[in-house]
């Protein structure tokens, strides 16, 4: 069975381009979460859906930042414009089910974005 | 407000030693509580949780783990380490739907 799928694995942008990152959960999880660690800090949560539809979106640092999934599938998370402090490890996670008490979240490699 | 603190950015150990990782937490109920590994060029993986019961607990890779709710504590430990246990190391608590991770501890192990 297919892991967490995310590319591409590094990205390096210069400030002010749009990038987008994708996510392919494993087949049948319904949730789909967003994290990202900047360099040095801890990994923060950005957001969480469920199939569709935005579950949780409250660690979405501003506006430009846009994430979908459409069809409840694969997820993007789009960065327009693309600032410095946006650089850092972009984390995909997905599961059957939601909760803290999770033991079945399954995590990407990530994607490494360097915005210069 | 919940946090984790992983007070170690780095240790060095030599391949055989014992090792301990820190964590602290700041949460208002029963916490659960999570340690990740991420080794290189892989994504994060789950080596123990504590939700309830027993406070040591045991995980994957022979790791294990004990909660002390009088310490806020969920230190990690091995009791002989492997070259290929070098990695970073990750202490998480859950929260509602989502995981509050700490700053993360790298372990480099030297033969």
């Known amino acids: 069975e297919a892991g967490v799928t995310q590319f591409p694995s590094h990205s390096v942008i210069e400030k002010g381009q749009t990038v987008t990152l994708r996510c392919d959960p494993i087949?049948?999880?319904?949730?789909l979460y967003w994290y990202r660690r900047v360099m040095g800090k801890e990994i923060k949560f950005l957001l969480h859906?469920?199939?569709?539809?935005?579950?949780?979106e409250s660690g979405m640092p501003n506006n430009r930042f846009l994430a979908e999934r459409t069809g409840g599938t694969y997820s993007t998370l789009k960065v327009q414009p693309a600032e410095l402090e946006d650089s850092g490890v972009y984390f995909c996670?997905?599961?059957?089910?939601?909760?803290?008490?999770?033991?079945?979240?399954?995590f990407g490699s990530g994607t490494q974005l360097s915005v210069l | 407000a919940q946090s984790v603190t992983q007070p170690d950015i780095h240790i060095t150990v030599s391949e055989g030693a014992s090792l301990e990782l820190r964590c602290n937490y700041s949460y208002g109920a029963t916490p659960y509580l999570f340690w990740y590994v991420q080794s290189p060029g892989q994504g994060l993986q789950l080596l123990l949780k504590?939700?309830?019961?027993?406070?040591l607990v045991q995980g994957i890779k022979g790791f294990e783990a004990e909660f002390k709710r009088s310490q806020s504590s969920f230190n990690l430990r091995k009791p002989s380490v492997h070259w290929s246990d070098a990695a970073e190391y990750f202490c998480?608590?859950?929260?509602?739907?989502?995981?509050?991770f700490g700053t993360g501890t790298r372990l480099q192990v030297f033969p």
């Open positions: 998480a608590v859950g929260f509602t739907d989502k995981l509050i």
């Open positions: 859906f469920v199939k569709e539809s935005k579950q949780d």
């Open positions: 996670a997905s599961s059957q089910v939601p909760g803290a008490t999770n033991e079945k979240l399954f």
């Open positions: 087949s049948g999880h319904d949730n």
């Open positions: 504590y939700f309830s019961g027993d406070t």
